[in-house]
């Protein structure tokens, strides 16, 4: 017999997403190259520019009840800094490193000094693509990642934090 709340869970993971009751805050980021998206070789990336990806997650957070901050950078080290200020004050992250995914450790440090639940995205599945694609630092401290979605993967990844923030709300 399932509870209130597991019924819940079960009927909002149906509709892709349970909405969170207290406002809950997630930092996307995306990493270098990745605001040129719509003409960045679309056969890979598909067509969708970066603002139309912003638009989509704040959209769908409005949904699920989360408040959303989209920032790009092609610097190592303004990324560093936006997930140092994101401990204690974001409730998740959600990061496409872009090609920073298989060289950062510095990204994958800051990472894990922020102790917040970290979904890593890729658009392309960076299995199916050159060898040194397939190993991502940032991967050891992500809950999980989503790649071969296209701009979908984003969605997933909001949806994904959603269920788990509402979860760890009830608890
Ligand atoms: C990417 C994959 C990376 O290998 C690449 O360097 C990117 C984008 C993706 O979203 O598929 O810049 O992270």
């Known amino acids: 017999m399932l509870t209130a709340a597991a019924r819940g869970r079960a009927r909002s993971a149906t509709k892709g997403g349970a909405r969170v009751a207290k406002a809950a805050k997630v930092l996307i980021l995306n990493g270098p190259n990745l605001n040129m998206l719509g003409m960045r070789q679309p056969e890979i990336y598909g067509a969708a520019t970066l603002a139309d990806i912003k638009a989509a997650c704040e959209s769908r957070a409005k949904d699920l009840g989360l408040a959303v901050e989209c920032r790009q950078s092609n610097s190592e080290g303004e990324l560093v800094g936006w997930i140092q200020a994101a401990r204690g004050t974001m409730q998740g992250v959600i990061i496409n490193p872009g090609a920073y995914s298989h060289t950062s450790v510095a990204i994958l440090d800051a990472l894990l000094i922020a102790e917040l639940p970290i979904v890593e995205v890729h658009l392309s599945n960076i299995h199916q693509r050159e060898e040194f694609r397939h190993h991502s630092y940032v991967s050891k401290a ?16 909001l949806e994904a934090l959603a269920s788990q923030l509402a979860e760890s709300q009830e608890a």
């Open 142 to 157: 992500a809950q999980g990642v989503i790649c071969g979605f296209g701009a979908r993967g984003y969605i997933m990844a």
